[in-house]
């Protein structure tokens, strides 16, 4: 068997595990735990790839510790190296291969998610700088294959995608399903790489750029989920179609308690979008986990982008990271069950190879167009310039050579510029197998190989411990021999036991998972509470402040856009536009004397060139006015005004020198008073008709309006 055989075996055999590869990382205790006075309770047992949590707040035997198994665990003297090695390396070689990988690092905040990605300089490098190693050192062994190398590189802030590269950019980058892509990034900026130097570089500036702030928990507390994206596209020898190799490495935020972080203003909002996340990304894991029909991975961005890692046709790993301290017990449980659900998690990687259409491809297309261009071209100036000498020669006509010179500029300009247009396609793309020399070749890929066979090694011995374990307690009964009634007894006593000891840790499971379910359950009852008030407060808004029409008009524009996951309102102006362009359609225009006196002398002025077009009138949003109806109150209040007025009327109409006068005409001042009570009544009542819409009854009272 070949070296690079037993190479691409070794990936094809791990390429069969299609669970998400789920490990878990404890970090040492940090100097202000240790300053706290803070014990560890975690114990490792790496050969079986098992955890255990000893509970501090233990009240029964049953409360004394926790156990979980994973694929591999790491405990805090395990080296960046060996835990590259030996989970990494495979699946990095997978993405050489054309898969799509991916690695995500989740956890408490201050637990190493960082470090383990990107770690420190030196011996401590992480994941992330790692894997340009390994991605360089085999693009450098592949003779006779072609690559184009981009990384991409950002992060999600408050729910907002921002470009690490490109920080500056006022693009807005939204999400899009893309058939046969997946959900992709709008507007990202792709940087392109000639070698893990570069790599390093754009990580770097990423750093950067990331947002990072300090809590009580961690110094350099990271605020957003960072996604680093590397794409690799590969041609072999002449071959018409290409693999591509795409790797997600995720460094998530970390969960966090305020009352823990002590996160105040900007830090807790932060806070509150990073939980907020995490709790929809572990809705995503237990549905998956459960088979639900229904995966919620539209509830939140990170979810979106994390689509084809889980459940999805990518090879994942996710790194569970947790702290040793006893004050961190709940939050490492969580971390636990969140990473052991996870375990059950089924992804099926599909190969993307013999694709017919990448960027490669159009740019070996493009080379070889500008190369047939460039000789072709060069052919023609050579065969100008001898045609030049041979007329200088001839000494013919002078203007004749100037003319051909010119030409012979031309050209050769032209030729200069697709040759230079050629060296910046050329130089986007590497050629693998350059300027190593054979023994190191032979030597690296040897190493690497040694290193592949240990972590299958190492992989394969975790996996039999964990059977091997596991039948032990089926067969041991089988197995045993008993001298006497007696040692049977003793021993069914003990298996009883024990049995006993695993009923109660299970029941105390189920009891704690019930407790995680109703405060759950209390946490969206909240929200819906909440929401529920949100949502009142704005149709009270809309019922009373916004007009009718202008409702059912924003109903009627509004549009629920997949993509975006949200509403929008269309834009009007694709309604009011005629659909066919707008023409002049009277020939007797232009109508004033001055067109049509400049219409002959102007073609602008002319009725045809002149473009009929309706004003667009502003939509309406007033309505006419409708006076109020009086309500009883204000009309009793009303009443009793005006009656107070007709007292004072009363002694006016005693003084009045007409009233009198009238009076002395045969009418009672006491029938006088009594009409003009009845004539104002009867006006405050046709008013108050009037006022609410009634019809007015026949006038009964024709002196109310003499009054007036
Ligand atoms: N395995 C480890 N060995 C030594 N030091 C570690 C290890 N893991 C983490 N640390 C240290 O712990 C501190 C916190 O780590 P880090 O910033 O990576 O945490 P984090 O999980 O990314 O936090 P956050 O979610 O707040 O960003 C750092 O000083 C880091 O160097």
Redesign the pocket.
Known sequence: MTSEASESNSTDKLSSNESVQVIV????L?LQELQQQCTSVVKIYSNRGVIEVENPKARSENERSKMFTYDAV?D?K?T?QALYDETIRPLVASVLEGYNCCVF?Y????????????G?DGE?IGIIPRAFDQIWSHIARKTGVEFLVSVRYMEIYMEEIRDLLKIKSTKVHELREMPGEGVVVTNLHSHNCQSAKDMLKAMKTGNFNRT?GA?N???????SHAIFQIIIEMVEGHSKSMKVGKLNLV??????RQSKTGATGDRLKEATKINKALSSLGNVIYALAENSAHIPYRDSKLTRLLQDSLGGNSKTIMIA?VGPASMNYDETIVTLRYAYRAKSIKNKPIKNEDIKDGKLLLMQQEIERLRALISEKSNGVDMNGLNGQNAEESDSDESDNVEKEKQLELGKMEVDELAKKLKTLEKQMVHGGKDIVDSVNENELKLEQQKAEIADRKKKEIEMQQRIELEEETCSELKQVFASLQQQVDFKRDKLKRINNKLQSIRQEIKDNHEVYLKDRQEIENANDEATVNLRQAFLIIDNFVPSEERSRIISLAQFDENLDNWIIKKEIEKILPSERPRAHNYRRPISDYAIQQGQLNPKYRGENVLDLKLDMPLRTTQDYVPPAICPQIKALVNDVIKKEMDNCHVTIKMAPHSMSRSAGGVSKLEQEGKYKQALRSLVDVNSLKASNKPVPPRSAKSAYHLK
């Open positions: 990382r404890c970090r040492p940090s790491y805090e395990s960046q690092a956890g408490q905040t201050g637990t190493g998610k960082t470090y383990t990605m990107e420190c401590d990072t809590t928990m961690n110094e350099h507390s990271s605020r460094d998530l935020a970390g969960s966090e990271n």
